[in-house]
């Protein structure tokens, strides 16, 4: 597995990483496109690529457990509307989307095509 992986005593790594799938299979999402951003200092628009991996929730000691047993991303409040429950978001781009993705690919179904494309496409740099 992966360096980043902190393995809790009681729980095997490999039911870790199953959990997380299925945890990010039913909740979270997967942004792997490119996109057409306006950069203002050079004044010029620029197709770039976007990719992500987040999962929202309400339940900060899930996502402060995921957190802490992957070992990166970043775990932040989202802004919500006065009177509703605070939600908090994990999330990881780029790079670290990669190692989270070979990390998920072999546990995860619903996701499991965007997975795919990320992990293709920074194979392909290799």
């Not at 978001?89 to 494309?117: D, G």
């Amino acid at each position: 597995m992966e360096k980043h992986l902190q393995t809790s005593g009681s729980i095997s790594e490999k039911t870790q990483i199953a959990y997380i799938a299925g945890l990010f299979d039913g909740e979270g999402s997967v942004d792997y496109a490119k996109r057409w951003e306006y950069k203002p200092l050079r004044k010029k628009k620029y197709l770039v690529r976007r990719i992500s991996c987040e999962i929202g929730m309400t339940d900060y000691s899930v996502l402060h457990w995921l957190h802490e047993t992957l070992g990166y991303g970043s775990l932040r409040s989202r802004k919500v509307p006065e009177g509703k429950k605070p939600q908090w978001r994990w999330r990881c781009s780029f790079r670290e989307s990669y190692t989270f993705a070979k990390q998920m690919l072999p546990h995860a179904i619903v996701k499991n095509e965007k997975l795919k494309q990320i992990v293709d496409h920074y194979n392909e740099g290799t």
